[in-house]
């Protein structure tokens, strides 16, 4: 089992396939994605080497993310290839949902059993002012169809002062039918989105406070669960959560680690920089990448340093997929 200095372990692996996207959200890419660099992402072989090491020490649940994961052309094969290795009981995805209407069968026969889906508003003319597309109807039909199919469906959205947190009370209405759990997730500072960041960052403790005093109770959650806390109601379908990276002792649950889509080990989501481990995926050397990630697991920090407004390399979370 991979674990730190800090006696926390490491069950979760978030693995970006992609750091491209088509969307421009206000808050990640507001001038949509630039093509900087070469588009080097990991080969099937390489994602089949990773997940195979991870598992080996002790990973049970994979996320893929990116940039936007569907627009790989063979993501079904990557969905496939993760749930095929032995010991990996979850595969997850985090997505705009674009394609999601389209393709949602073919994931969930390639294996995958849960999805996360970002709905930043549920008023048409709101989503298309965060996204930079008129595509809210297709993506909520799409979770329909996700549901139906039996996926385990979470939505995120990130709160903004400025554009969703007066609309708190239609995202609660939706849920009352809606069987998701629906997490809004504080705005976090990166390197690119400072001032939209002072402008819009608000704190989820209030809102939380506010739908326990609207008879919501806490639901235990399980190891492989990731840092939202959750919350139920008998007369609502679906469940609430709050993903709040700014307040006290947010990193001692801490049981991801990430892969970048190039093949960088990053040991937080904040961290001053990748670590390459892509030669040993490049030659399938599960065993010396093992001995790489467990050596390198040492360095991992208690916490990140966002309350000081430092969020290290990374410029969006569109380069490591959240
Ligand atoms: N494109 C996919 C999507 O949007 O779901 C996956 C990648 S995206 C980077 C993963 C998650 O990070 C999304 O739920 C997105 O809303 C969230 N996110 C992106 N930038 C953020 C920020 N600055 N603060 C909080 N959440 C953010
Ligand atoms: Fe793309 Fe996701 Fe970032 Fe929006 S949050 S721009 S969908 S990567």
């Not at 994605?33 to 049970?60: K, N, V």
Request: proline share 2%; charged share 25%; net charge neutral.
């Amino acid at each position: 089992m991979l674990e730190d200095k800090y006696g926390r372990k490491f069950h979760y692996l978030r693995l970006s396939v992609t750091d491209v996207c088509n969307f421009s959200c206000n808050y990640c890419l507001p001038d949509g994605y630039q093509c900087d660099t070469q588009r080097d992402f990991l080969t099937l072989d390489e994602i089949r080497t990773t997940a195979t090491a991870f598992a080996g020490l002790g990973t049970s649940k994979i996320r893929i993310t990116g940039g936007e994961p569907s627009l790989r052309k063979d993501l079904t094969d990557i969905i496939e290839i993760c749930a095929s290795i032995r010991g990996i009981e979850h595969v997850a995805m985090t997505s705009n949902g674009y394609q999601l209407e389209k393709d949602a069968e073919r994931w969930v026969d390639a294996g995958l059993t849960s999805l996360n889906i970002s709905i930043d508003s549920l008023d048409p003319r709101m989503f298309e002012v965060i996204t930079g597309h008129d595509r809210l109807q297709s993506i909520l039909r799409g979770v329909e169809k996700a549901i139906a199919l039996g996926l385990k469906v979470k939505v995120n959205v990130v709160l903004m002062k400025q554009y969703n947190l007066a609309t708190l009370q239609t995202f609660m209405d939706w849920v009352r039918n809606t069987p998701v759990t629906l997490r809004f997730i504080e705005l976090m500072q990166t390197g690119d989105n400072l001032n939209f960041f002072t402008q819009n960052h608000v704190s989820g403790e209030a809102l939380k406070k506010h739908v326990i005093e609207r008879g919501w109770g806490k639901v235990i959650s399980d190891k492989t669960a990731g840092p939202a806390h959750e919350f139920q109601h008998p007369g609502y379908a679906g469940r609430l959560g709050f993903i709040t990276p700014y307040s006290k002792n947010f990193c001692d649950t801490c049981n991801r680690l990430r892969i970048s889509a190039r093949g960088k080990l990053h040991l937080c989501l904040f961290a001053e920089y990748g670590l390459d481990v892509r030669s040993y995926m490049q030659i399938g050397d599960i065993q010396g990448l093992q001995t790489r990630l467990r050596s390198l697991l040492e360095d991992k920090d208690a916490t990140h340093y966002l309350h000081e407004g430092y969020a290290g390399a990374t410029t969006h979370l569109a380069m490591l997929g959240g």
